[in-house]
C-alpha cells in the first residue's frame, strides 16, 4: 500500500517512465510542500534515472543561498509570488544536473495568509532548458493544510507533465 493518493503515485509513475525514455532529469525547488514532490517522484522505482535532486527552500536564506532567487526579489515581491517562483525553477535547474525543474512557493496555513495572500496561495513555476519558464497561480482556498500541500503535489506532477512534453 502506497503512501500517497493513486491519482498522485499515478502521475508520478508517467513522469518517471516518459523522462527515464527521453532521457529527461528533475530537480525540484520545494517550499510549502518541503520535499513532497521529491518525495512522490522517488516513491517510483527507477526514479533514480530521471531525478537529480530536490531543494527544499522554506527560508528566504534557503531560497538565496541554495537555489540563487534574488534579495531584491524577495524584498519587492515576497517569497509566496510569481516571480520568486520563476526564480526557484530557474536556480533550481541552475544549480544541478537537470534540465527540468518545478517549484512551489506558498501559504499552506492555518496561519500566515493575509487579505493580499491568503491561505490556500501558491506560485507554481515549471522550467526547462531552452525554454520559457511556466508559472501558474493556484488559489486552492483555505481548504487544511495537508489539503493544500496535496492539492499542490498534483499541480507541480502536472506542470512537469507539461513542461516535458516535446
Keep these: 500500500m502506497s503512501f ?3 491519482d498522485i503515485e499515478d502521475a508520478a509513475r508517467r513522469i518517471v517512465t516518459d523522462f527515464a525514455d527521453r532521457k529527461l532529469l528533475i530537480a525540484t525547488a520545494e517550499s510549502c510542500t518541503a520535499g513532497l514532490i521529491a518525495g512522490v517522484i522517488t516513491e517510483i522505482a527507477g526514479s533514480s534515472a530521471v531525478f537529480d535532486r530536490g531543494f527544499v ?14 534579495n531584491a526579489t524577495l524584498k519587492a515581491h515576497g517569497a ?3 516571480p520568486t517562483a520563476l526564480e526557484m525553477a530557474e536556480g533550481a535547474i ?3 544536473a537537470a534540465n527540468i525543474s518545478v ?4 501559504i499552506a496555513g492555518p496561519g500566515g495568509g493575509s487579505e493580499e495572500k491568503p491561505v490556500g496561495l501558491v506560485h507554481l513555476a515549471a522550467a526547462r532548458t531552452g525554454r520559457a519558464t511556466l508559472h501558474r497561480e493556484m488559489r486552492y482556498g483555505d481548504i487544511g493544510r495537508n489539503a493544500v500541500r ?5 499541480t507541480a506532477l502536472d506542470m512537469l507533465i507539461e513542461v516535458g512534453r516535446d
Design 103 to 106: 517549484a512551489v512557493t506558498g
Design 57 to 70: 527552500t522554506y527560508s528566504n536564506e534557503a531560497k538565496r543561498e541554495m537555489i540563487g532567487v534574488a
Design 150 to 154: 496535496l492539492a499542490t503535489v498534483r
Design 94 to 96: 541552475g544549480n544541478s
Design 4 to 6: 500517497w493518493p493513486e
Design 80 to 82: 509566496v509570488s510569481r
